[in-house]
Nanobody, 120 residues
Framework: QVQLVESGGGLVQAGGSPRLSCAAS????????MGWYRQAPGKQRELVGA???????NYADSVKGRFTISRDNAKNTVYLQMNSLKPEDTAVYYC??????????????WGHGTQVTVSS
């Protein structure tokens, strides 16, 4: 079993720059893609950013130039640096990871989410 634990969320002012962290633990052989998703009230969950084990990244158009995703493979941790926050960034942010626990055992895991609320 694998657990993902997010941290760094909370109430911030517009223009703030918090950093979210997500640490994976448990039975892990390797982790391929790690990413961040978000879900606002009344909306579907959407991809914010993702990063491969080799460091390739992609972002939603709404956050390009403002958010940066990175990872520390030695710590099985992914980060989301959020800059110039806007009220429309308010959402629950979820960590996601594609994990190999054995040669033929692959699963996708989700964290429980961390609330980010941006006040104007």
């Amino acid at each position: 079993q694998v657990q993902l634990v997010e941290s760094g969320g909370g109430l911030v002012q517009a223009g703030g720059s918090p950093r979210l962290s997500c640490a994976a633990s448990g039975t892990i052989f390797s982790i391929n893609t790690m990413g961040w998703y978000r879900q606002a009230p009344g909306k579907q969950r959407e991809l914010v950013g993702a990063i491969t084990s080799g460091g390739s990244t992609n972002y939603a158009d709404s956050v390009k130039g403002r958010f940066t995703i990175s990872r520390d493979n030695a710590k099985n941790t992914v980060y989301l640096q959020m800059n110039s926050l806007k009220p429309e960034d308010t959402a629950v942010y979820y960590c996601n990871a594609e994990v190999w626990s054995a040669a033929i055992v692959r699963n996708t895991y989700w964290g429980h989410g961390t609330q980010v609320t941006v006040s104007s």
